[in-house]
Nanobody
Framework: VQLVESGGGSVQSGGSLRLSCAASGYTYNSHCLGWFRQAAGKEREALAQ???????RYADSVRGRFTISQENAKNSRYLQMNNLKPEDTAMYYCAADLRFSRCFSWRPDDFEAWGQGTQVTVSS
């Protein structure tokens, strides 16, 4: 199982980025996939999830600004991030919970497969 994130970068406050998570080695849309972030000196934070049925869930900190989606033809899932703020600066990761087709947990420890991360920096 391999997950590869891309799409990070540097933007000004109020800007947008779309992160991609490309999967290989498993049927990517048969399990729960989550997006997480970790800022310097902070714990890893769960942001959004999408399950095998395409149902989505969001953390309160990003609901209304971030959108998780998938594109079957490209074996990819995405995180569209709008109205970015300096506090969104972090390393962003996608991760898969390979146990279930639905999303049951927000805990990073319950996600077995992780990408290498992509850095997002938002300046004021």
């Amino acid at each position: 199982v391999q997950l590869v994130e891309s799409g990070g970068g540097s933007v000004q406050s109020g800007g947008s980025l779309r992160l991609s998570c490309a999967a290989s080695g498993y049927t990517y849309n048969s399990h729960c996939l989550g997006w997480f972030r970790q800022a310097a000196g902070k714990e890893r934070e769960a942001l959004a999830q999408i399950d095998a049925d395409g149902d989505t869930r969001y953390a309160d900190s990003v609901r209304g600004r971030f959108t998780i989606s998938q594109e079957n033809a490209k074996n990819s899932r995405y995180l569209q991030m709008n109205n970015l703020k300096p506090e969104d600066t972090a390393m962003y990761y996608c991760a898969a919970d390979l146990r279930f087709s639905r999303c049951f947990s927000w805990r990073p420890d319950d996600f077995e497969a992780w990408g290498q991360g992509t850095q997002v920096t938002v300046s004021s």
